[in-house]
Nanobody
C-alpha cells in the first residue's frame, strides 16, 4: 500500500499563487506516474498535471501556461505550482500516483480562489 499526504491548499486572491505538495510513503518500489487532479463542486474530477517516470509531463487544458508540475524522486514527492489563479480554479486538488497497475489517491487539499 502507498499512502499520500497533500499539503499547501488554502485561500488565495485572484492572480495569486500556491504550491501544493504530495508526499508518498509506504510500500514504494517504482512510482510510474505522480500527478494532480481536481474536482470542483458539481463537476467531474479532471486531470491537472502528471509527471511520468523518465521526465515526461502532461497537462490538462486548464493548467497549460499557468501551472507547473515537478517531482523529487528521492523524496517521493510531487509538487504543483499554481500561478495566476482564477476563481474557476477553486476545487479540491487530489494527488494521484500509479505504481504497477494500482492507482492511489490522497484525501485532497482545498484551493479556494476568492477576493
Amino acid at each position: 500500500q502507498v499512502q499520500l499526504v497533500e499539503s499547501g491548499g488554502g485561500l488565495v486572491q485572484p492572480g495569486g499563487s500556491l504550491r501544493l505538495s504530495c508526499v508518498a510513503s509506504g510500500s514504494i518500489f517504482r512510482l510510474y506516474k505522480m500527478g494532480w487532479y481536481r474536482q470542483a463542486p458539481g463537476k467531474q474530477r479532471e486531470l491537472v498535471a502528471e509527471a511520468i517516470s523518465g521526465g515526461r509531463t502532461n497537462y490538462g487544458d486548464s493548467a497549460k501556461g499557468r501551472f507547473t508540475i515537478s517531482r523529487d524522486n528521492a523524496k517521493n514527492t510531487v509538487y504543483l505550482q499554481l500561478n495566476s489563479l482564477e476563481p474557476d480554479d477553486t476545487a479540491v486538488y487530489y494527488c494521484n500516483v500509479v505504481q504497477g497497475v494500482t492507482n492511489y489517491w490522497g484525501k485532497g487539499t482545498l484551493v479556494t480562489v476568492s477576493s
